[in-house]
């Protein structure tokens, strides 16, 4: 049984040796008190300090490891003997007053207590492995993010003005579409060019209404001279605007009209007895005034 145990802490001896001896892995070891017993070479190595320069470092007192918020894990392993996987912290040996150099490192790292038979804690070991590189990449992920992030911000900032110059720009065209023109005191002309649809006939009532309204208009002039041809839509909207007009009170009057939308309106059967029709704008306002006159001297 002797032979068998001495062969077993042999076994143990040897695989400490390894990890200790392969300077692949960063060791320190601690007393019980929590000061420094031992280093191996690959601490020296990702420190860059000499094991003489951290004999008197005491973790338990390290302010550093205080302001990380790992003190109580260490005291944990100490005194309660628990093996404890500490979190990544960037660690500067320098700052600290017992040791002075060496260089900062990111490192994660596990503390593991020796505990004797009677179940007190006679060292405790830590292992250092550095992630300087992932840490790295990951600051370089945050900083791709935060550009990306700000990039999509100012082209969404560019993007918002951009379509709100769009939208300006088509309410001006809507507007300059079916533009009403005050041409004398209470006396308006809404001049059409091109095809009326369903879009153009909304607007043209909605701004031809708006505009008797503010204007207190008496005559209406729709001048047709630029639309080349009418079709049944288009001579409703020309019907709902004359009428709308009227219930507002005012007088709509048709100039402008060619010999081809005369035959459309005749073929289209439009009842537009009522409403006063001229060759040209000139005549149609000319007329308007002569009524406006009269009223006035009324």
């Known amino acids: 049984m002797l032979r068998k145990r001495v062969a077993e802490l042999e076994v143990e001896a040897r695989r400490y040796r390894a990890l200790v001896g392969s ?6 070891v601690y ?16 420190w860059q300090v000499e094991a003489a320069a951290v004999a008197e470092y005491n973790v338990l007192a390290d302010p550093q490891v205080r302001a990380f918020g790992i003190t109580p894990l260490v005291e944990r392993v100490f005194h309660d003997g628990e093996a404890m996987q ?9 700052a600290n007053e017992l040791v002075g150099a060496g260089q900062a490192a990111w490192v994660a790292s596990a503390m593991a207590p020796v505990i004797d ?7 405790v070991i830590q292992l250092h492995l550095p992630v300087g590189e992932l840490k790295q990449t990951e600051e370089e992920l945050r900083e791709q993010n935060r550009r990306l992030e700000e990039a999509v911000r100012i082209r969404t900032a560019e993007l918002e003005s951009k379509l709100a110059l769009i ?11 079916v533009p009403v023109l005050q041409l004398w005191t209470r006396v308006l002309a809404l001049p059409l060019i091109g095809h009326i649809d369903a879009d153009r006939g909304k607007l043209m009532l909605e701004g031809l ?9 008496e005559y209406v002039l729709i ?9 049944v839509e288009a001579i409703a909207y020309l019907r709902d605007a004359v009428r709308a007009t009227d219930l507002l009170g005012s007088r709509c009057m048709l100039v402008g009209i ?5 035959e459309s309106l005749v073929a289209l059967d439009v009842p537009l007895e009522r409403v006063p029709t001229f060759a040209t704008l000139q005549d149609g306002l000319r007329q308007a005034l002569t009524m406006t006159s009269r009223a006035l001297r009324t």
Do not use: F, H
Not at 117 to 123: F, I, K, P, R, Y
């Open 117 to 123: 038979a009677a179940g007190e804690v006679q060292e």
């Open 223 to 231: 001048d047709v001279t630029g639309v080349p041809e009418v079709d």
């Open 31 to 46: 007393g019980a008190d929590g000061t420094t017993a031992e280093v191996n070479g690959a601490y020296e190595k990702l």
């Open 258 to 262: 060619s010999p081809t939308m005369a």
């Open 86 to 94: 500490m979190p990544a912290i960037r660690y500067d040996p320098q």
């Open 23 to 28: 300077n692949v892995v960063s060791v320190q």
């Open 167 to 177: 939208g300006s720009q088509q309410q001006a065209i809507r507007d300059l579409s």
């Open 209 to 217: 209404l708006r505009a008797v309204t503010e204007s207190r208009a």
